[in-house]
């Protein structure tokens, strides 16, 4: 058994390969989803600058509502979970 198959947890040369590639391509992927998180961070401060800047509040529970409705239909009940983390990331907690 090779240092790799140690590092993954499987039990063959052939599954530790495989993951080690898997993981590779995960890695990529969350790179890509901390990035759009970034860009929707960034949206949202221009949003709520905006409406700050008019008088009005930071936050706009229906239109949070619309968003974890959103992520629900997508994802399922976890998704109001992410979606609820993604918002606190976006203008803080409430
Ligand atoms: C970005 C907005 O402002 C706030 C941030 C939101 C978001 O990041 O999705 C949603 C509602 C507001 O609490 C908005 O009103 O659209």
Redesign the pocket.
């Known amino acids: 058994m090779t240092e790799v198959t140690d590092r993954t947890g499987a039990r063959t040369d052939g599954a530790a390969q495989l993951i080690t590639g898997a993981r590779e391509r995960i890695d990529a992927l969350d790179d890509r989803i901390i990035g759009l998180i970034q860009e ?1 961070m960034a ?2 401060a221009v ?2 600058d905006a ?1 700050i800047t008019s008088g009005g509040r ?4 229906a ?2 509502m619309e ?1 974890l409705a959103h992520y629900r239909d997508a994802l399922g009940k976890p998704g109001t979970s992410l979606a609820m983390t ?2 606190e990331l ?2 803080g907690r409430i």
């Open positions: 929707r949206v949202s949003i709520q409406r930071r936050v706009n529970l239109r949070e968003v993604m918002l976006c203008r």
